[in-house]
Nanobody
């Protein structure tokens, strides 16, 4: 069982930055790949970024590529999402998620059995 808790959300102006953190309660975090998803009001939850067990292969949705950076610290059991050049359309509840490690990059939320409770990010124009 993996428990995930997000932190670091809040209100920021367009063009600003936020860093989301996700603490994983698990014995060996490197046994898991991880990802970030988001859900805007009235929309489906969507994939943002994925990272493999070691952190060596990040993968991004087109909307995040070049502005967001996913990373992890397997010693501290932490997952991060650095978000720069934020836009109002980035406003959403952001979720971290984990799945047993695999060579496949998973962009479908159905592939992730473990989820955090979500954290609000609001970008004002």
């Amino acid at each position: 069982q993996v428990q995930l808790v997000e932190s670091g959300g809040g209100l920021v102006q367009a063009g600003g930055s936020l860093r989301l953190s996700c603490a994983a309660s698990v014995r060996i975090f490197s046994d898991y790949a991880a990802g970030w998803f988001r859900q805007a009001p009235g929309k489906e939850r969507e994939f943002v970024a994925h990272i493999n067990w070691s952190g060596s292969y990040p993968y991004y949705a087109d909307s995040a590529r070049g502005r967001f950076t996913i990373s992890r610290d397997n010693v501290k059991n932490m997952l991060y999402l650095q978000m720069d050049s934020l836009r109002p359309e980035d406003t959403a509840v952001y979720y971290c998620a984990a799945r047993p490690s695999s060579r496949v990059v998973a962009v479908d939320e159905q592939a992730y059995p473990y989820w955090g409770q979500g954290i609000q990010v609001t970008v004002s124009s």
